[in-house]
C-alpha cells in the first residue's frame, strides 16, 4: 500500500453495505416506484451499485452542480450545471451522493428539489462526515460513518483523479498527493 493513503473501506465491505442499504430501501418504498437522483459525479459508481440492489421498479435521474467556491464561502449556494429529464411531481425522490461533509450544497440541493413538489425527499449517502456538518440535514441512509480525512476512490476523486479506485482509501496527509498527484496511480485495478 502506497505511504500516501491506506485502505478505509475495502470493497468487500461497500459490497455488503450497499447491498444492505438497498435491501433497507426495498423495504421502506414496498409498492412505490421512487425515482433516484444521482448528483455527479462522485455519486455515480454508489448508485449504480446501489440500484442493482433495489428490487423494486424505480427511475434514475442525474444532476450535476457545482459550488461557488468552497463551501462556507458559497454558503451553499450551488449552480445547477446539468438539469434532470424528468419531473418529479407526485414522486418519492432519493437523492443519491458520495459524501455529505459540511452538507451546504446538499441543503441547496434538497430546497430546489421541494420546490418542485415530490411527495418525499430523502437521501442516501455512502459516506457521511458528520463532523464537519454545518447545515442540519437528515440523512436517512448512511453506508459508513467517515472520519474526518480526505478520502478518494469508489466515485470520490482528488482533482478528478482516482474515481475508479475499487476500494475507499484515507489520505492523512493531503500536501503529498497535491506535490505528486499521480502517486496513487500503481493501486488502479489492484
Ligand atoms: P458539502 O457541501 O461540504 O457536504 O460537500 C460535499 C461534496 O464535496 C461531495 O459531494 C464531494 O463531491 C465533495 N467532497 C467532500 N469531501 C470529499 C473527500 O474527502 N473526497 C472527495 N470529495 C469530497
Same mark, same amino acid.
Given at each position: 500500500?502506497?505511504?500516501?493513503?491506506?485502505?478505509?473501506?475495502?470493497?468487500?465491505?461497500?459490497?455488503?453495505?450497499?447491498?444492505?442499504?438497498?435491501?433497507?430501501?426495498?423495504?421502506?418504498?414496498?409498492?412505490?416506484?421512487?425515482?433516484?437522483?444521482?448528483?455527479?459525479?462522485? *455519486?455515480? /459508481?454508489?448508485?449504480? #451499485?446501489? /440500484?442493482?440492489?433495489? =428490487?423494486?421498479?424505480?427511475?434514475?435521474?442525474? /444532476?450535476?452542480?457545482?459550488?461557488?467556491?468552497? =463551501?462556507?464561502?458559497?454558503? *451553499?449556494?450551488?449552480?445547477?450545471?446539468? #438539469? /434532470?429529464? *424528468?419531473?418529479?411531481?407526485?414522486?418519492?425522490?432519493?437523492?443519491?451522493? #458520495?459524501?455529505?461533509?459540511?452538507?451546504?450544497?446538499?441543503?441547496?440541493?434538497?430546497?430546489?428539489?421541494?420546490?418542485? *413538489?415530490?411527495?418525499?425527499?430523502?437521501? @442516501?449517502?455512502?459516506?457521511?462526515?458528520?463532523?464537519?456538518?454545518? =447545515?442540519?440535514?437528515?440523512?436517512?441512509?448512511?453506508?459508513?460513518? @467517515?472520519?474526518?480525512?480526505?478520502?478518494?476512490?469508489?466515485?470520490?476523486?482528488?482533482?478528478?483523479?482516482?474515481?475508479?479506485?475499487?476500494?475507499?482509501?484515507?489520505?492523512?496527509?493531503?500536501?503529498?498527493?497535491?506535490?505528486?498527484?499521480?502517486?496513487?496511480?500503481?493501486?488502479?485495478?489492484?
Amino acid at each position: 500500500m502506497s505511504e500516501v493513503a491506506s485502505v478505509l473501506f475495502g470493497r468487500e465491505d461497500i459490497r455488503r453495505r450497499v447491498e444492505e442499504l438497498g435491501r433497507s430501501i426495498t423495504g421502506d418504498y414496498e409498492g412505490r416506484e421512487p425515482v433516484l437522483i444521482s448528483v455527479l459525479k462522485g *455519486g455515480s /459508481m454508489f448508485l449504480a #451499485d446501489l /440500484m442493482r440492489s433495489i =428490487a423494486l421498479p424505480l427511475e434514475v435521474e442525474f /444532476m450535476a452542480i457545482s459550488r461557488y467556491g468552497n =463551501a462556507t464561502e458559497s454558503l *451553499g449556494r450551488v449552480r445547477i450545471l446539468m #438539469d /434532470m429529464r *424528468g419531473d418529479i411531481v407526485g414522486r418519492h425522490v432519493i437523492v443519491v451522493e #458520495d459524501i455529505v461533509d459540511t452538507g451546504l450544497t446538499l441543503s441547496y440541493l434538497i430546497t430546489t428539489l421541494r420546490a418542485r *413538489g415530490p411527495e418525499s425527499i430523502a437521501i @442516501c449517502t455512502l459516506l457521511d462526515r458528520s463532523v464537519r456538518r454545518i =447545515a442540519p440535514i437528515d440523512v436517512r441512509y448512511v453506508g459508513f460513518d @467517515c472520519p474526518d480525512r480526505f478520502v478518494v476512490g469508489y466515485g470520490l476523486d482528488h482533482r478528478e483523479r482516482y474515481r475508479n479506485l475499487a476500494d475507499i482509501l484515507a489520505v492523512p496527509d493531503v500536501a503529498a498527493l497535491e506535490r505528486d498527484p499521480g502517486a496513487l496511480t500503481p493501486l488502479l485495478a489492484g
